[in-house]
């Protein structure tokens, strides 16, 4: 199996275009607007159109009112949306497209009964869990505890880089990889250096596995 990746928190054209270049699946835009990565609407039009055929473009909310979902999709086009609050299946769904349920990993969070509330769900997103902040925090979780959610497919995201990507992977057995500020070089800026090394880590990663292990 091949992991895929999604470089989130995209706010500039030239970053989108370094993720896309990069070798990345999918690219998350963030329309929360108490994120230092929250996108501009006219930026985010722009870069969705710019995204090339086969790539993800992601929009990811907090908790939106559906009328603020609905004017961005007025806008822009986008082939996922991500919730990342605590938003109910119905209102995930309403939309017409499909999304991904995030999770925020403190000592309680159960992912199988998020998954199990979130039936329609393509993947869940399993993210560390900080009281004041909502993803993008560069603190990691347990990354076995992801190991354990055996009823959607999982994408890792919280605290994540070249360096540690492939330890995060053996532990959680992810399907996927959510990078945000492990590939910037100040929140919302990214480093185009820095996602193609993590690109790279990722798909090396991938050859050891699918070459039964190898030497690491």
């Not at 939106?64 to 990342?84: C, G, K, Y």
């Not at 540690?164 to 990078?179: E, F, K």
Request: aromatic residues 6%; charged residues 20%; proline residues 4%.
């Amino acid at each position: 199996m091949r992991t895929r990746v999604k470089i989130c928190g995209i706010t500039r054209l030239q970053d989108a275009r370094a993720a896309t270049d990069a070798g990345a699946d999918a690219i998350g835009m963030i329309f929360f607007p108490s994120s230092p990565r929250a996108v501009d609407l006219a930026v985010a039009a722009t870069i969705a159109r710019a995204v090339p055929a086969l790539v993800d473009t992601v929009g990811v909310f907090v908790d939106p009112e559906r009328a603020d979902v609905e004017a961005v999709l007025e806008r822009v086009e986008l082939s996922l949306l991500q919730f990342h609050g605590n938003e109910t299946a119905e209102q995930c769904k309403c939309f017409g497209l499909p999304y991904i349920k995030a999770a925020r990993m403190h000592a309680a969070t159960d992912p199988n009964a998020i998954a199990a509330a979130h039936p329609d769900a393509r993947a869940l997103l399993l993210d560390a869990y900080q009281q004041d902040r909502v993803g993008g925090t560069g603190t990691s979780f347990d990354w076995v505890r992801a190991a354990d959610c055996k009823s959607s497919p999982v994408i890792l995201a919280g605290g994540l880089a070249a360096a540690n990507v492939a330890d995060a992977l053996r532990q959680s057995g992810a399907y996927a990889v959510d990078v945000s500020s492990g590939v910037e070089s100040r929140p919302g800026i990214k480093s185009a250096e820095r996602i193609h090394e993590f690109v790279a880590a990722v798909a090396s990663f991938n050859s050891k596995e699918n070459n039964g292990g190898g030497l690491v």
